[in-house]
């Protein structure tokens, strides 16, 4: 299942969501050499977040693999920033692109509903929260972990508590047939959030490279948490009302 689209217009511009989707681009674009080497390994070595690096319990001068052959060195200094870097870095085009979609998907109606210095408060600390979940998950692994999926779990965490019912329109793949379906928020993203849990089950003490699932789980689990502090109840009544009174003037024109 793929999100296309939701059935929530937005109120405003939401310039923190693109401007966060313009600098992950950047950032691929000149730190990562848009996934060439040396940057992209380069860039994961010294900006992406190692657990075992951070606490100190892998001796510097240990070489560890970072994937395409290439490996990092564990520094004396454990890069104290990497948790705040790592969620601006990606590791590939899929998963650049992918990110990004969801943060344009569900971004701009949490953004919406907070205002833009609050969202951007926000999203950092989701992407930390995911950053220190995963580590807590597995305080030893030398795995690099990079991407913004665990700050964008955060917003669809805040999403699915302010707009639970949402319909979101997604792109489902049956074999060798392709089509849509429409179905409420809370139905997509808690299947999404039980994908993510069952994921990090099935991959606890794995030292194979793959996918953070419990970053998406603290991620995810903070935006819950986090939306009630950080939601503006004006800017959420305004925002419903303003969908409520777009749905049904699309309804009257449809007759």
Known sequence: MFPLRDHN???RTPVVTYALIGLNVLVWVVVQGMGADPELPASVCRLGLIPGELLGRIPAGTTIPAGGGHACVI???PGWFTPLTSMFLHGSWMHIIGNMWFLHVFGNNVEDSMGRVRFLLF???CGLAAAFAQVAADPS???PMVGASGAIGGVMGAYV??????RI???VFLFIFVTTVAVPAYLMLGYWFLLQLLGGWATAGSEQGGTAFWAHVGGFLAGVLLVVPFRQRALVEAHRQGAEYVRRWLGAGAR
């Open 75 to 77: 520094e004396a200094t």
């Open 123 to 125: 999203y950092v600390l």
């Open 161 to 166: 508590m302010l707009y639970p019912r949402v």
């Open 141 to 143: 692994s030398g795995l």
């Open 9 to 11: 217009p937005t109120l």
């Open 169 to 171: 329109d997604l792109l």
